[in-house]
């Protein structure tokens, strides 16, 4: 987290409360950045007003990038590098080749999802990450606000998480 | 999610009637069928009924082109087919045209037969399983068995009468020693493939279906009145028989029903097979009926959630079907047994090749437009997604019980006419007629169902 960024944090101590906190964060104009949660919490995702995540369109991607290489691979090596007769079949023998294209597709899928979803996240190996609030990986659930982004004063930002429920209000 | 909270088990309960209205265009659509069948069967009696011979002829015209550049290919492949299909050339002599007539008739008793026990079968699954979200659509699925009544007595009545058109096992003199039709392998098969026992495991298997189902069904009903879990641990006990012998008779019904008719050939896994097929084509069955009522403004309570999950079966089971059809297909490619490979190449390559559309359009029809159709969440959705992929797959399973009985019975004399068109006419505003006097019967949801909260709160 860059110093200039100016975070607002409401911590719960419930994840009903939380839950229902960002509806009345929300309902008084203020931009809920994201909410910290040591669990996953039903519906919070719809409630925060997150978009739905692009990673299958990915995976529709790294599949079809699977299946083209696997192709590719199976159809160079057998057909044009070093042509071979297996079973007395044709060189380009497409039923065969099917298996092969399936697993290149779940290969490549696999990683590339994984992959992805880690840098996305900021999880590649050596990064560390420090956690706005280090007891949300405990027992505390935490609304962040970027004041930065908000038209709504800091003082009535602070004011808005207290009367949520908010046990603590912290600056970031 | 908080859209539908306010529905609670007390004011759910709603019925379907069944108008005269539609019961008149149901029956208009039988008579159209009883129609098309008439002529149908008039054409066929004339002779070759059109239909096939075009496409035929299409063939020829293509063949013509290839024959040149594949002389010695078509001769290998005409050769292997020719010695290990000589047992139908005897076949051939006793052809009569009403045979496509029967022929027709099995295959739809035997594919709308599938649909009817897919139905128990899937509301046994959720009671083995105890799912929660199928409770609110569970009575679609649970009024299917009913059709069982009218197709089982027609796959017996024509197991009876007209069984050696459709199986050449049945042929007479083929488990004679010294007959001109004796036939070692199917003499060898003889202690399973025969008469009785065919009747009897039919007979059987079948009477439990419907017994299984009536217990549940009654269970179920009593539920509604009465409430109390102690309905519902019935049920699971009842579903879990059911799927202990449902494992057991559709492998079985599989091999006696479809496989027979190509009596020298087998693969193990048929069973699978067939039952993929029925199982796709029952989800495709239920989303349509689901989505007809929720036209007419029932089932309110069904939510895009409840539609996603038979969305995601549908696709599923879309993928296992063609998994399955695959791996049966490559092991026999890859092994290239002649007493094998006879089975596809009758479908590519046999018959002047009337049967090789057919083939592609199936995998096209039941893998690659249901893939592409449902494949994002969004399709899953959104009905009218649901309603083409639906369609396409009923439609595609149709072909493929073509696919599986026709080549065997009918031959070269097959194709789609008429008779085809009429037949499944018939058949298919029957199960309609027959499914929605069943679903009249009962509250749409089943309202003291223990897992009914759950599922009206179904959100994924």
């Known amino acids: 987290m860059s110093s200039t960024t100016n975070y607002i944090l409401g911590v719960y101590d419930d994840e009903d409360e939380v839950l229902h906190a960002v509806g009345e964060v929300k309902a008084k104009g203020i931009k809920v950045e994201d909410v910290y949660s040591p669990f996953p919490i039903h519906g919070l995702d719809v409630a925060v007003g997150h978009e739905r995540t692009r990673l299958p369109i990915a995976a529709f991607m790294f599949g079809t ?83 930065d982004k908000n038209k709504v004063s800091a003082a009535d930002i602070k004011k808005a998480l207290k009367e949520s429920g908010a046990v603590e209000v912290n600056v970031k | 999610m908080a859209g539908h909270s306010h529905f609670s088990p007390a004011n759910v309960e709603e019925h379907f009637e069944f108008t005269s209205e539609g019961k008149k265009r149901i029956i208009y659509a039988f008579i159209a069928g009883v129609v098309a069948l008439v002529i149908g069967i008039y054409l066929l009696s004339k002779g070759e009924a059109g239909g096939h011979e075009v496409a035929a002829a299409g063939h020829d015209a293509v063949k013509a082109g290839h024959e040149a550049a594949n002389a010695g290919h078509e001769v290998a492949a005409e050769h292997v087919s020719g010695g290990a299909v000589s047992h139908q050339a005897g076949a051939e002599e006793h052809y009569d045209w009403t045979n496509r007539i029967w022929a027709n008739v099995w295959l739809n008793a035997v594919f709308f037969t599938g649909i009817a026990v897919v139905g128990m079968f899937f509301v046994s699954l959720q009671y083995l399983t105890k799912s929660g979200w199928s409770s609110v659509m569970k009575r679609v699925p649970e009024a299917f068995p009913k059709f069982l009544y009218i197709s089982l007595p027609i796959l017996i009545l024509v197991f009876f009468f007209k069984g050696d058109v459709i199986f050449h096992w049945m042929h007479h003199g083929v488990t004679e020693v010294g007959n001109e039709n004796y036939d070692k392998i199917i003499a060898g098969k003889s202690g399973y493939l025969n008469k009785n026992f065919f009747l009897i495991r039919l007979v059987v298997f079948g ?9 549940l069904r009654k269970k179920s009903l009593e539920e509604d009145l009465n409430g109390g879990t102690e309905y519902f641990t019935q049920l699971v006990k009842i579903g879990t028989a059911f799927i202990v012998i449902f494992g057991a008779s559709s492998s079985i019904f599989a091999w006696d029903w479809v496989m027979s008719i190509d009596t020298h050939w087998f693969s193990t896994m048929f ?68 007493e094998e490979t006879i089975y596809f190449l009758e479908r590519w390559e046999g018959h002047n090749k009337i049967y090789k559309t057919s083939e592609i359009l199936m995998v096209i029809l039941n893998f690659l437009l249901p893939f592409l159709v449902l494949m994002t969440r969004d399709a899953k959705r959104t009905r009218i997604f649901l309603k083409i992929a639906a369609f396409l797959i009923i439609a595609g399973h149709y072909i493929d019980f073509y696919q599986m009985i026709m080549p065997g019975v009918v031959g070269k004399h097959g194709g789609y006419g008429l008779v085809e068109f009429g037949m499944v006419t018939v058949f298919a505003s029957a199960f309609i007629y027959v499914i929605s006097g069943e679903l009249t019967k009962a509250s749409l949801v089943a309202k003291n169902h223990p897992f009914l909260p759950e599922a009206l709160h179904h959100d994924i």
């Open chain 1, 65 to 147: 990038l699977g299946m083209i290489c696997a192709f590719s691979l199976i159809s160079y090596t057998m057909v044009f590098d070093w042509p071979m007769i297996i079973g007395g079949k044709d060189f380009f023998a497409l039923p065969n080749w099917i298996p092969i294209a399936f697993e290149g597709t779940v290969l490549f899928t696999a990683f590339g999802l994984v992959s992805t979803f880690c840098i996305s996240n900021d999880l590649w190996p050596g990064n560390k990450t420090l956690p706005l609030d280090i007891r949300t990986t405990d027992d505390k659930f935490v609304m962040a606000i970027n004041v």
């Open chain 2, 271 to 338: 069973g699978w097979y067939m039952f993929a097929s029925w199982h796709v084509t029952t989800y495709a069955v239920i989303v349509l009926a689901i989505l007809y009522l929720k036209d007419k403004g029932l089932m309110g309570y069904v939510n895009e959630n409840h539609l996603h999950d038979l969305g995601k079966f549908m696709f599923a089971f879309s993928i296992f079907w063609t998994y399955v059809w695959f791996e049966q297909f490559l092991l026999i490619y890859y092994a290239n047994l002649p």
């Open chain 2, 207 to 215: 009477g439990l279906w419907i017994l299984l189902w009536n217990m």
